[in-house]
């Protein structure tokens, strides 16, 4: 506040108390107990007095209404008593309202408010001077700030007052607001200058420095230490060598006015070189003194990339001239505009100004001009080409083969755009490739004969063998002496022997030459596991051996897979087992590993109680030519391939193979494959006839722990109350009080082979027992046991199953023995393939073969099952017979002279009118294809030698049967 203002406030201190009369009360009303009251008579003099007063009085109204500040009294509560009719104009409410309402406070900035009654209350308290600023409500609702002033209070007629004077300084604040946005803003700005801004006068003193945040934390360096130590800490840090451009530029700027520009090196506080690019102009005061202004801007990131794309520049132009392959820019209207030593190098240029002369067209460069139009095509189709061949045109004339990466780019320096890219000479390369052809068509020759000789091999070796396996079961089935059955089943025996081995390096020669294909057809795999399994089972009972099979109910019942090479690993397995255990049993699982609708991948093991195999030979026994037994006095024989080869299909059917063995404990060889699921086999169904068995009662003798696990399993999951007994003693006795107990057994399942007493003894004796003699029984019997079926036969057996038990076999045999009344001779519900199809209708059949031997045993083997069998010696004495004579189904050898037997097929299917002549390939070929080739040349099954009885009798039913079948729907 301005003396002017604190002497208005002394004087307006002293006017109020001869001002008292004029106050008023809260209502507005002249306070009459203030009016002085006289007692004298005599007035004049009081009147004049009073007039004296009033005049004074006028005067000072006058005063105080035209006064800018407004003048204030209030009581020790805060309440105004007085002020100044102006105050109207400051805030917009009259001095009436102010009495009336005491809005004063109400009306202070909400902001304000705790800084202005803590003021006031010092002030009555304290005696202490109110001097602040703050904010008021205007009555027009705008916001307005004051300046008050208020002395220390004093009382009057015992009532202590305060008395203030309030000025409005809202625009002074106003423009200090502004002011300090301004300076705020510029300190901002200057702040944030990457640059560093600088003032000296012309004898180097600083007159303003502001060192950046960015430079002052490079340079180590602040504003103050550039006002303390002056231009001498500048010209201290510049590179020796840049200190005398750097102190010339500013000599020539304040004596000529020459403009200072100069990029020098300063060493920061830390003892690095920054590189700084410095400017100044100089200016002129008006008291006629000279001033550099200067801007210090750090370019040390700018110069380490000018020297990093110098570096690069001559890197590229180093790997330009030195690269080994040639390198090239050319216009698309094919002007070579620059390349590398390399590239004409090996087109045969003595310098690349040779090579880019005007004399030379980039059309030259090429072999054949064609070439190069076909290039641009590809090369403006994609803007871009990698390993692109091309034959050029040496300076010789000679062919240059290089592949060539290009792309097209727009180039500033040309009218249009350009071609840039490298080239590679692979001339040695092609002349390797050519030479390489040449050596693979020579390999594949070679291996073409190396196939025909192993096909010719295959099938020299087959056919002897087949005469002699063929032949020695025709002698077996003749009348013989002992001595002479066991010479022909040990020449038989050797037979099969060498035909395994032979299998085995046949089928190891297609598997190492990737050659090996496998089937996807539809089988049952129960029915195949089967026909796999009881085989063997001759050989198991030969050596007092159990052979048990289980599948797992969840394992899908129709597949799609091999199921000859899914047959082939589980032999070679199950004869492995069985060849190497002595004692014991032998048993075969197959469980469902994950499935899904379509898939299933299953798992197969083949546990045996043999000899084990130790650590060290598991680790190399499914390596080819491998063999657990190694030593010179070994006891079993094989190629050591039979596992390597079985290892191989199951990675070919998606699986793999392994095992778990040790000395002494037996082994357990396991092996998965993945196989798909057809729509029938999806949901494994209960057999329909396992609904009519459901709650019968069953009891079962066997005396093997397994064998009765497995046994008891497939009864109770058809739904049948089994009874198991691992010996006979005790089942006799159980069979009776069963009926007597009104609860009796419907049939029992016995094993022939019990120690003690036997199954056939515990037959007949059971049938001397009236109360259970007629209760249905079904004898499970061992493989090959001839003796054992004709003592069923004898016994009136109701049924009898060769071991080892599987399940669709079970339940059918228990399914007839239920039903059946009367089987004087028993019934041998599972008979051998040989058995089963001699019930095949006499047929006129035709064998070709040009091996006599062969022709004789066919013709021998088909005649003693009823057949008419004619026989040719060639395909065109086969193609004479046909045509005369009507028959049922052909026997056609492949390899034969003149016509073979695919020619021999092609000219019946020629001829063929209104009738279908099924013919069956029999060959030696045991190679990968052979099925499919018979197949695609037009015949209808395919037989391998040696014949195997079994199968050619089946075939020949499927065959013919299928083709009756053709016939009716025709």
């Known amino acids: 506040m301005s003396r002017i203002a604190n002497s208005l406030l002394l004087f307006t201190v002293s ?26 008579p005599d007035v004049t003099a009081r009147k004049r007095r009073e007039e004296a007063i009033r005049s004074s009085q006028g005067t000072y109204q006058l005063i105080l ?17 007085f002020i100044t009719p102006n105050i109207e104009q400051l805030c917009g409410y009259t001095p009436e309202e102010i009495y009336a309402s005491g809005v004063w406070f109400e009306r202070i900035h909400p902001a304000d408010i705790e800084t202005t009654q803590r003021a006031y209350a010092s002030l009555l308290s304290e005696n202490r001077t109110f001097d602040i600023e703050y904010r008021i409500q205007h009555k027009n609702g705008t916001w307005i700030w004051l300046h008050a002033r208020a002395l220390r209070s004093f009382y009057k007629n015992g009532v202590r007052t305060t008395v203030g004077i309030v000025s409005e300084v809202t625009e002074r604040k106003r423009m200090q607001e502004e002011l300090r946005e301004a300076e705020s803003k510029y300190r901002s700005l200057l702040n944030n200058i990457p640059d560093a801004h600088w003032v000296i006068d012309a004898e180097g003193h600083v007159i303003f420095a502001n060192v950046s945040p960015g430079i002052g934390k490079a340079l180590g360096h602040t504003s103050e230490d550039l006002y303390r130590r002056g231009t001498e800490l500048w010209f201290s840090a510049i590179h020796p060598e840049d200190a005398p451009r750097v102190q010339k530029g500013i000599q020539d700027l304040f004596e000529k006015g020459k403009p200072y ?13 920054l590189w700084m690019h410095d400017r100044a102009v100089l200016t002129r005061e008006k008291n006629g003194k000279l001033y550099a202004h200067g801007l210090l801007s750090d370019i040390t990131d700018r110069k380490r990339a000018e020297v990093e794309r110098q570096q690069s520049d001559e890197r590229y132009r180093r790997l330009f001239e030195r690269n080994l392959a040639g390198v090239f820019r050319a216009t698309l209207a094919g002007k070579l505009l620059d390349c590398n030593p390399a590239l004409a190098s090996f087109l045969g240029y003595g310098s690349v100004l040779e090579l880019t002369s005007p004399k030379i067209r980039v059309e030259d460069l090429y072999f054949d001009r064609r070439d190069r139009a076909v290039f641009l095509d590809a090369l403006q189709a994609s803007r871009s080409l990698s390993g692109y061949e091309l034959k050029l045109r040496g300076r010789d004339g000679a062919a240059i083969w290089v592949v060539v990466s290009a792309s097209i780019v727009e180039d500033e320096n040309e009218t249009g755009p350009v071609i840039e890219g490298t080239m590679i000479d692979i001339s040695r390369r092609k002349c390797m490739e050519e030479e390489l052809r040449a050596a693979k068509e020579a390999a594949e020759a070679g291996n073409r004969a190396k196939s025909e000789f192993l096909a010719r091999m295959s099938h020299e070796i087959r056919t002897p063998l087949n005469g002699v396996i063929g032949m020695t079961e025709l002698a077996l089935d003749t009348d013989l002496s002992a001595e002479q059955r066991d010479y022909l089943e040990t020449a038989e025996s050797s037979a099969e022997a060498l035909l395994t081995v032979i299998s085995d390096i046949l089928d190891f020669s297609k598997i190492e030459a990737h050659k090996l294909e496998l089937e996807e057809v539809t089988f049952d795999l129960r029915e195949r596991i089967s026909a ?26 129709k597949v799609i897979g091999d199921p000859a090479r899914l047959r082939q690993i589980l032999l070679n397995l199950l004869g492995n087992a069985i060849k190497f255990t002595e004692t014991g049993e032998v048993l075969v699982r197959v469980s469902r590993v994950s499935a899904s609708v379509n898939h299933a991948v299953l798992e197969f093991s083949v546990q045996d109680t043999g000899l084990g195999i130790s ?26 391939l039979g596992l390597t080869i079985s290892a191989q299909l199951a990675s070919l059917m998606g699986g793999k193979i392994w095992l778990e063995s040790g000395l002494g404990k037996g082994s357990t060889f396991h092996f998965s494959v ?7 086999g999806r949901i494994a169904r209960m057999p329909a006839i396992a609904a009519t068995l459901k709650g019968l009662r069953v009891l079962a003798v066997d005396d093997n722990a397994t064998s009765r696990e497995i046994l008891v399993r497939m009864l109770r999951s058809w739904g049948l109350d089994a009874t198991i007994l691992g010996s006979a003693e005790g089942a006799l006795d159980r069979l009776e009080r069963a009926a007597q107990c009104g609860e009796p057994y419907s049939m029992w399942v016995v094993d022939a082979h019990l120690p003690g007493t036997d199954g056939f003894a515990l037959l007949q004796r059971m049938r001397e027992r009236s109360a259970i003699a007629a209760t249905p029984a079904v004898m499970l019997i061992s493989g090959g046991g001839g003796h054992d079926i004709a003592r069923c036969q004898q016994m009136g057996v109701s049924a009898y199953l060769t071991k080892p038990v599987l399940g669709p076999e079970l339940l059918e045999v228990i399914s007839k023995a239920l039903g059946a009344e009367s089987h004087p001779r028993g019934t041998a519900v599972f008979e051998s393939a040989l058995e089963s199809n001699e019930t095949l209708a006499s047929l006129k059949i035709l064998v070709v073969d040009d091996n006599p031997v062969n022709r004789r045993l066919a013709v021998r083997v088909l005649e003693k099952r009823g057949h008419g069998v004619q026989s040719a010696s060639s395909g065109r004495e086969a193609l004479t017979l046909i045509a005369g004579t009507r028959f049922d189904v052909v026997l056609m050898d492949v390899q034969m002279p003149d016509l073979d037997g695919f020619q021999t097929t092609e000219a019946i299917r020629r001829e063929e009118q209104g009738y279908h002549l099924p013919i069956i390939a029999m060959t030696a070929h045991a190679l990968q294809g052979d099925r499919d080739r018979c197949l695609a040349a037009g015949m209808d099954a395919y037989v391998a030698k040696p014949i195997n009885v079994r199968e050619l009798i089946s075939t020949i039913q499927q065959v013919v049967t299928h083709n009756i079948g053709r016939g009716l729907e025709a």
Do not use: Y
């Not at 796999?532 to 052979?547: D, F, W, Y």
């Open 15 to 40: 006017l109020i108390p001869s001002l008292g009369r004029l106050k008023r009360d809260r209502r507005g009303r002249e306070d009459a107990a203030n009016s002085p009251q006289l007692p004298c």
């Open 65 to 81: 209404a035209h006064l800018p500040e407004v003048i204030w009294e209030a009581d020790d509560q805060g309440r105004c008593i």
């Open 261 to 273: 520009d100069v990029e020098c090196r300063v060493r920061s506080k830390d003892g690095d070189w």
């Open 532 to 557: 796999a399994v009881r085989p063997l089972a001759v050989r198991a009972s030969q050596k007092n051996l159990e052979l048990m099979c289980e599948i797992d109910p969840e394992v899908p019942t």
């Open 615 to 640: 650590p060290e030979q598991q680790s190399t026994i499914f390596n080819a030519f491998v063999q657990a037994d190694t030593s010179f006095t070994r006891r079993f024989g094989g190629t050591g």
């Open 674 to 680: 993945s196989l798909g699921v057809a729509a029938e």
